[in-house]
Every structure is written in C-alpha cells, then in structure tokens.
Nanobody, 125 residues
Framework: VQLQASGGGLVQAGSSLRLSCAAS????????IGWFRQAPGKEREGVSC????????NYADSVKGRFAISKDSAKNMLYLQMNSLKPEDTAVYFC???????????????????RGKGTQVTVSS
C-alpha cells in the first residue's frame, strides 16, 4: 500500500497549485481520504477530506473558499486544488487514507491510516 503526493513548489502569494496523490495497493473509493499539512513549529492540520460512506467533503476553516479536493476513481488519484495561496499555507502536504472524515472532523487514525510522503509547498509574500 502506497500513497505518493506530488505537485508542490515555490510560488508567490495569490498563486495556485494543484497537488496530486497517487494510490497503489488500496482503492481510494473504499476509505475516507484527505489532505493534511505540517508546518514548522505548528501542529499538524487536517486540510480537507472526502468521506467514503456518503461523499461528504470537509475543509479546514483556514482554506474554505480557496482549496478544492477531488478524486478520480478511475485513476485512483486524489487532488487538492489550491488557489489564492497565502504565506501561511506554507507546509509539507501529504495525503492519507483510512482517516476519519465527517462534517466536523478531519483526523488521522493512528495505527490504522495510510500516509504518503509529503510534498513541500512554499508561498512567498
């Protein structure tokens, strides 16, 4: 089972990036999936997720209206379109499956979730 995120980079504030997450050995349709980020000196944050049971999509308040999560079941890929990027969006972003996703929570399930290696997003002011 493997998840691999890509698409990060160094951009200016106001720019856009699209992150991709390729999954192998696991079907993204079978589990709650999502994106998380970790910035230096800050707690890990659940950015967005898709629930497998009812299709609910949730976003952290900090990215609502700017980020959009999507999934391509045929390709077994997860995406995160990030628009109007801000310096505070700078972090390592990683995708994960077997998480907890509902209207309120975007959480990792320690010991159960599958996490991919992250991709660095740096937003300059």
């Amino acid at each position: 089972v493997q998840l691999q995120a890509s698409g990060g980079g160094l951009v200016q504030a106001g720019s856009s990036l699209r992150l991709s997450c390729a999954a192998s050995g696991i079907s993204l349709d079978d589990y709650d999936i999502g994106w998380f980020r970790q910035a230096p000196g800050k707690e890990r944050e659940g950015v967005s997720c898709i629930s497998s049971s009812d299709g609910i999509i949730n976003y952290a308040d900090s990215v609502k209206g700017r980020f959009a999560i999507s999934k391509d079941s045929a390709k077994n890929m997860l995406y995160l379109q990030m628009n109007s990027l801000k310096p505070e969006d700078t972090a390592v972003y990683f995708c994960a499956a077997r998480i907890l996703c509902n209207r309120i929570l975007i959480l990792l399930r320690y010991g159960e979730d599958v996490r991919g290696k992250g991709t660095q997003v740096t937003v300059s002011s």
